[in-house]
């Protein structure tokens, strides 16, 4: 699943439902994200990661802990809406 999760976010066509940056609190506290790739080792900023994790799950959302070389970002976020 972490590989189509991945390949299903870089493909994506119309990217306005995609973030490429750690999502604000409250894009992921309103459960916008569907589903969030992380990657394994992870730049400064762990907190916030963190927090858009927790928030994702929260409402319902995926996480996906994917390698360094599925992921061109630290984070990828496809969006419900």
Not at 15 to 33: M, N
Not at 44 to 51: A, E, F, K
């Amino acid at each position: 699943m972490t590989t189509s999760a991945s390949a299903e976010y870089l493909e994506m066509p119309d990217r306005v439902w995609t973030l490429s940056d750690i999502p604000d609190r409250s894009t992921a506290e309103q459960g916008s994200v569907h589903r969030l790739c992380v990657r394994t080792e992870t730049e400064p900023g762990g907190d916030l990661i963190n927090n858009a994790v927790v928030e994702t799950l929260s409402t319902g959302g995926e996480v996906f802990m994917l390698p360094n070389d599925k992921m061109p970002t630290a984070l990828g976020a496809i969006l419900r809406y």
